[in-house]
T-cell receptor, first 114, second 111 residues
Framework: DVKVTQSSRYLVKRTGEKVFLECVQD?????MFWYRQDPGLGLRLIYF???????EKGDIPEGYSVSREKKERFSLILESASTNQTSMYLC?????????????FGQGTRLTVV | KNQVEQSPQSLIILEGKNCTLQ??????????LRWYKQDTGRGPVSLTI?????NTKSNGRYTATLDADTKQSSLHITASQLSDSASYIC??????????FGAGTTVTVRA
């Protein structure tokens, strides 16, 4: 059974804190993604990575950074958390090749910044 | 800008009834369209995928259609069950790594 695992289901952090969201996949996928999901806006791409140590900005990278030191792990970092980063964060992975490959999602991390 | 619009935003149906969800997109070039189901508090899970040449695809009680000329897709749920209560997301893929997501339709099935 394929698996994308996010380290936390729920997280509460204070404004200004540095926050790490971890994602691990066990499918040997090359591509990994971080999205945030807000009501009425759908999923928006923050960053993605197509190989170890490679990263590309998505549509809303401001205030975030990422790290991919190992193929199976993709970390999202909030350098200085702000209340407008309160959201559901979803990690996904997929194989490379034709884009009709399926993206597999983690269960999500609901982050609240107070 | 690539966009995916879904309607309605939400709907409530009685158990056993049918419903249809709509998806309009402007993504170009077009590679494929997927419908995902997202249960509350969970990540999305793929239901169906359609490429340019396919106009209908079924997965159990779920049937998706695609009209690539008008850039419209629909997801039909037959004989709804309580477990169908979820958010349904239309996802369109262009010829790159990026996916364009609709905002989703929240379906509530009542007994």
């Amino acid at each position: 059974d394929v698996k994308v695992t996010q380290s936390s289901r729920y997280l509460v952090k204070r404004t200004g804190e540095k926050v790490f969201l971890e994602c691990v996949q066990d499918m040997d996928h090359e591509n990994m993604f971080w999205y945030r999901q807000d009501p009425g806006l759908g999923l928006r791409l923050i960053y993605f990575s197509y190989d170890v140590k490679m990263k590309e900005k998505g549509d809303i990278p401001e205030g975030y950074s990422v790290s991919r030191e190992k193929k199976e792990r993709f970390s999202l970092i909030l350098e200085s958390a702000s209340t407008n980063q309160t959201s559901m964060y979803l990690c996904a992975s997929s194989t490379q090749g034709p884009t009709n490959t399926e993206a597999f999602f983690g269960q999500g991390t609901r982050l609240t910044v107070v | 800008k690539n966009q995916v619009e879904q309607s309605p935003q939400s709907l409530i149906i009685l158990e056993g009834k049918n419903c249809t969800l709509q998806c309009n997109y402007t993504v170009s070039p077009f590679s494929n369209l997927r419908w995902y189901k997202q249960d509350t508090g969970r990540g999305p899970v793929s239901l169906t995928i359609m490429t340019f040449s396919e106009n209908t695809k079924s997965n159990g009680r779920y049937t998706a259609t695609l009209d690539a000329d008008t850039k419209q897709s629909s997801l039909h749920i037959t004989a709804s069950q309580l477990s169908d209560s979820a958010s349904y997301i239309c996802v369109v893929s262009a010829d790159d790594y990026k996916l364009s997501f609709g905002a989703g339709t929240t379906v509530t099935v009542r007994a």
